[in-house]
């Protein structure tokens, strides 16, 4: 099989500190990423663009202020790649839609201005199923992103572009944005870390709108140590943001190192072989990171998430009914693409047949029927009180439990073209992501090993909201033993 | 849960959504949605009756800002980026005497 991973991945912090000492320069660090992306980008599509001159810009300035002893951020000379729904001022942003073509943002995302603030270099915007609607990245007006460890592979999804420039050594950190798991499954299917933080602990402000009360922005690293360090640069209240929460927590590296000595870990049985379609060798795996946790010392039991059965029912129906009315927006009147027509319902009508993919028709189709008179009750409606009972359910838990533990996708990657034509089986990818989003609660997804094809195993940590700490302690013991 | 969703409710629902379909994509997105809807009916086995509906994961009501002038975008930031725009202003094709 054809594999474009580096045989050794140099972090975001060892590179930060490097570059602030003077022992190379943010020029010299880019310049290396760059020959990497020269080299294998045709043959992963990890990007939709790659924004050569910007970034060199970026860092010379950067080589410049440390030169005149200035302040230099967490993050200073690190390449970083963004997801191409994410606000970038004066580059091309098009969440992989043809109905974006050519427009170029106003204003940097709030994430974009903070990593910028932090001394990162923005090296370029990735790929990603369109409007993040997929599991594959195989829904992208820009062709698919291949898996870099099996160029005949997904990388998984939405978020693939950014998960596999990780992967491919393109970038030590990509940014992505999780809203049924579309930064935790393609981070698990391309042997890297990735993170879904507790909704509301990172703005979303600048970032393209799928379904609002689920999408939460967060990072892909090659540690969970990296991870951890741009979550607390990206994270943190923002006015901007109306659904930022105030106290929102951005302190995780000082606490990394205290273990899981004595904490409560609950592995979800319902995501263990209680839902069908989870495959052996991945039951098999975290049930060997789960001895792992219990031999450094935690409290290991099998818990019950009865809800957990119901949630990709609920998710289904929430998350198209949102992104129905989200994606009203894109009527060729204000940004992007415009098919003429003999009046403005006509134009409306053209743009948007032309402009959406077949996924995000079928979604936006979906939310609109669910949403629509007669219907509501009977799938929104019920759609909304599964999600109270899963918000009950995990409340339960975690008066005993510190953590809950699960796979974090079902299988491990598939060849591309296996399951574009059947929505169903591909929906099912999602499976063990999902209830962190409709709760907005904090998961994170880290590389356990790998199945029988050789492809990477992830394993998921959820936490109680506002909780990332104990999370990444979790984590960081599991990437220890993992290695 | 009532019969889940026919073609012509399809048809019906993709005008709503103001997208055109083929003969042929009104035949696959309805069995597609069909698979959708017939799977989220496994939720009839729960007794929700008493359930709260939870629509968002924050209890969160109204943010409102302080009222004091902040600085925001000018249109001459974003009309250049409309796809047709006339005296600062987007353009758009006649609205009136449309047919429903």
Same mark, same amino acid.
């Given at each position: 099989?054809?594999?474009?991973?580096?045989?050794?991945?140099?972090?975001?912090?060892?590179?930060?500190?490097?570059?602030?000492?003077?022992?190379?320069?943010?020029?010299?660090?880019?310049?290396?990423?760059?020959?990497?992306?020269?080299?294998?980008?045709?043959?992963?599509?990890?990007?939709?663009?790659?924004?050569?001159?910007?970034?060199?810009?970026?860092?010379?300035?950067?080589?410049?202020?440390?030169?005149?002893?200035?302040?230099?951020?967490?993050?200073?000379? $690190?390449?970083?790649?963004?997801?191409?729904?994410?606000?970038?001022?004066?580059?091309?942003?098009?969440?992989?839609?043809?109905?974006?073509?050519?427009?170029?943002?106003?204003?940097?995302?709030?994430?974009?201005?903070?990593?910028?603030?932090?001394?990162?270099?923005?090296?370029?915007?990735?790929?990603?199923?369109?409007?993040?609607?997929?599991?594959?990245?195989?829904?992208?007006?820009?062709?698919?992103?291949?898996?870099?460890?099996?160029?005949?592979?997904?990388?998984?999804?939405?978020?693939?572009?950014?998960?596999?420039?990780?992967?491919?050594?393109?970038?030590?950190?990509?940014?992505?944005?999780?809203?049924?798991?579309?930064?935790?499954?393609?981070?698990?299917?391309?042997?890297?870390?990735?993170?879904?933080?507790?909704?509301?602990?990172?703005?979303?402000?600048?970032?393209?709108?799928?379904?609002?009360?689920?999408?939460? $922005?967060?990072?892909?690293?090659?540690? $969970?140590?990296?991870?951890?360090?741009?979550?607390?640069?990206?994270?943190?209240?923002?006015?901007?943001?109306?659904?930022?929460?105030?106290?929102?927590?951005?302190?995780?590296?000082?606490?990394?190192?205290?273990?899981?000595?004595?904490?409560? $870990?609950?592995?979800?049985?319902?995501?263990?072989?209680?839902?069908?379609?989870?495959?052996?060798?991945?039951?098999?795996?975290?049930?060997?990171?789960?001895?792992?946790?219990?031999?450094?010392?935690?409290?290991?039991?099998?818990?019950?998430?009865?809800?957990?059965?119901?949630?990709?029912?609920?998710?289904?129906?929430?998350?198209?009914?949102?992104?129905?009315?989200?994606?009203?927006?894109?009527?060729?009147?204000?940004?992007?693409?415009?098919?003429?027509?003999?009046?403005?319902?006509?134009?409306?009508?053209?743009?948007?047949?032309?402009?959406?993919?077949?996924?995000?028709?079928?979604?936006?189709?979906?939310?609109?029927?669910?949403?629509?008179?007669?219907?509501?009750?009977?799938?929104?409606?019920?759609?909304?009180?599964?999600?109270?009972?899963?918000?009950?359910?995990?409340?339960?838990?975690?008066?005993?439990?510190?953590?809950?533990?699960?796979?974090?996708?079902?299988?491990?990657?598939?060849?591309?073209?296996?399951?574009?034509?059947?929505?169903?089986?591909?929906?099912?990818?999602?499976?063990?992501?999902?209830?962190?989003?409709?709760?907005?609660?904090?998961?994170?997804?880290?590389?356990?090993?790998?199945?029988?094809?050789?492809?990477?195993?992830?394993?998921?940590?959820?936490?109680?909201?506002?909780?990332?700490?104990?999370?990444?302690?979790?984590?960081?013991?599991?990437?220890?033993?993992?290695? | 849960?009532?019969?889940?969703?026919?073609?012509?409710?399809?048809?019906?629902?993709?005008?709503?959504?103001?997208?055109?379909?083929?003969?042929?994509?009104?035949?696959?997105?309805?069995?597609?949605?069909?698979?959708?809807?017939?799977? +989220?009916?496994?939720?009839? +086995?729960?007794?929700?009756?008493?359930?709260?509906?939870?629509?968002?994961?924050?209890?969160?009501?109204?943010?409102?800002?302080?009222?004091?002038?902040?600085?925001?975008?000018?249109?001459?930031?974003?009309?250049?980026?409309?796809?047709?725009?006339?005296?600062?202003?987007?353009?758009?094709?006649?609205?009136?005497?449309?047919?429903?």
């Amino acid at each position: 099989m054809n594999s474009v991973t580096p045989k050794q991945y140099q972090s975001a912090s060892e590179i930060a500190g490097l570059v602030a000492n003077r022992e190379t320069s943010a020029v010299e660090i880019l310049e290396r990423h760059l020959n990497q992306i020269e080299e294998h980008e045709k043959d992963v599509n990890a990007f939709n663009l790659v924004t050569i001159n910007e970034a060199r810009a970026a860092a010379k300035e950067t080589d410049k202020l440390i030169v005149e002893g200035g302040n230099v951020g967490p993050l200073a000379g $690190v390449p970083i790649a963004i997801k191409d729904n994410l606000c970038t001022k004066g580059i091309p942003t098009t969440a992989s839609s043809k109905i974006l073509e050519g427009w170029k943002p106003p204003y940097d995302a709030t994430v974009v201005r903070k990593l910028k603030e932090a001394g990162a270099t923005i090296i370029g915007k990735t790929n990603l199923d369109e409007f993040a609607m997929g599991s594959s990245t195989e829904n992208s007006a820009f062709g698919p992103t291949r898996n870099p460890h099996d160029l005949s592979c997904v990388p998984g999804g939405s978020s693939g572009g950014s998960a596999a420039a990780v992967a491919a050594g393109f970038a030590p950190i990509a940014i992505g944005s999780d809203t049924g798991g579309s930064i935790r499954q393609p981070a698990a299917l391309c042997g890297v870390v990735g993170v879904k933080p507790t909704y509301g602990g990172v703005s979303r402000y600048g970032l393209l709108a799928f379904a609002s009360s689920l999408d939460q $922005v967060g990072p892909f690293a090659t540690s $969970v140590k990296d991870a951890a360090i741009v979550h607390e640069v990206i994270g943190g209240y923002d006015p901007l943001d109306s659904t930022s929460i105030k106290q929102a927590p951005n302190s995780f590296v000082n606490e990394i190192d205290q273990g899981v000595n004595k904490l409560k $870990v609950g592995i979800i049985s319902e995501l263990m072989g209680g839902i069908d379609g989870i495959t052996q060798e991945v039951i098999k795996q975290t049930n060997i990171a789960v001895s792992a946790l219990s031999d450094a010392g935690a409290q290991v039991e099998e818990v019950s998430l009865p809800a957990a059965l119901y949630c990709l029912s609920a998710y289904y129906l929430i998350a198209p009914a949102e992104a129905s009315s989200n994606l009203s927006r894109y009527d060729g009147v204000r940004y992007g693409l415009r098919v003429d027509g003999a009046n403005l319902k006509e134009m409306n009508v053209n743009t948007r047949t032309e402009g959406f993919g077949d996924e995000v028709k079928r979604r936006i189709m979906l939310g609109t029927y669910a949403l629509s008179a007669g219907y509501y009750d009977a799938y929104y409606g019920k759609a909304l009180k599964v999600r109270r009972l899963l918000a009950e359910n995990f409340a339960d838990l975690y008066k005993d439990y510190d953590v809950l533990l699960s796979p974090t996708s079902p299988c491990t990657a598939f060849k591309l073209g296996a399951k574009i034509d059947d929505p169903m089986t591909m929906y099912v990818n999602d499976v063990c992501t999902i209830p962190s989003n409709l709760v907005g609660h904090p998961a994170i997804s880290i590389p356990f090993g790998s199945g029988k094809d050789g492809m990477p195993i992830g394993v998921q940590i959820l936490a109680p909201p506002m909780n990332e700490s104990v999370m990444y302690q979790v984590a960081h013991t599991l990437e220890k033993a993992s290695q | 849960m009532s019969d889940s969703i026919s073609s012509d409710e399809v048809k019906h629902v993709a005008h709503l959504a103001r997208l055109r379909l083929t003969s042929e994509e009104l035949a696959t997105f309805t069995e597609q949605l069909r698979a959708v809807l017939d799977h +989220a009916k496994d939720v009839e +086995a729960l007794d929700l009756d008493d359930v709260e509906p939870m629509s968002h994961p924050l209890p969160i009501e109204n943010t409102m800002r302080k009222d004091i002038p902040n600085p925001m975008l000018k249109p001459s930031d974003f009309l250049p980026e409309a796809p047709a725009v006339e005296g600062g202003r987007f353009l758009v094709p006649k609205i009136l005497g449309e047919e429903e």
